[in-house]
């Protein structure tokens, strides 16, 4: 059913119903994504006791390549905001400048993630800790992948013109995507660079 919102003559195609369906689905793959991050997580600490030397002899992270990795990782988070509260409040351009970046931001992360992971000198298959440190690498692109799809989702209803202050769910799922992204990456950062 379409609809004309009165005051602000945004048109509304998407029905309550199929917007709950969004947001309860983005909510799942947030929390699906929370889940792997956590597994990771336990599966690093369960794996590190029985592993010695932990890591292994090789395995050095780079501190400045890291902070640079955190800041990719926050951007995305502090941008999908400002893109929500452009949505909300009918700022079209605005939220589309703001997805832009976002997915911009998304992409950095996903490359300096990756060039990082090119340089590690270790593989999968070199113990347990290559394991699950290649484990938690994937892991992050692969939800950074589905948060950028996510995001292109969303810049879609915007650029469309079917998001206003009373029809933003979208938006607004996208972000938790981003958020719960973000706070798995950074478990898998603060594992790697600092708990090591």
Not at 1 to 24: E, F, H, N, Y
């Amino acid at each position: 059913m379409t609809t004309i919102s009165a005051d602000t003559g945004v048109v509304d195609t998407m029905p309550l119903r199929d917007r709950q369906t969004v947001v309860v689905g983005a909510l799942m793959a947030a929390v699906g994504f929370f889940g792997v991050y956590a597994a990771l997580g336990a599966a690093y600490f369960g794996a590190r006791p029985f592993n010695e030397p932990w890591p292994p002899a090789g395995a050095e992270s780079d501190t400045y390549l890291g902070v640079a990795l955190l800041f990719a990782f926050l951007m995305p988070s502090l941008l999908i905001e400002w893109a929500v509260w452009a949505a909300r409040t009918n700022h079209r351009a605005q939220s589309t400048a703001a997805h832009g970046m976002v997915i911009f931001s998304q992409l950095l992360a996903l490359n300096t993630g990756w060039y990082i992971a090119a340089n590690y000198g270790f593989g999968p298959g070199d113990g347990a800790y290559g394991t699950v440190v290649w484990a938690l690498t994937l892991t992050v692109a692969i939800s950074i992948g589905a948060s950028v799809l996510g995001t292109l989702a969303s810049l879609g209803r915007v650029v469309s013109g079917t998001t206003n202050h009373r029809n933003f769910d979208l938006v607004r799922a996208n972000a938790w995507v981003v958020h719960v992204v973000l706070t798995g990456s950074l478990v898998a950062y603060w594992l790697v660079w600092y708990v090591k």
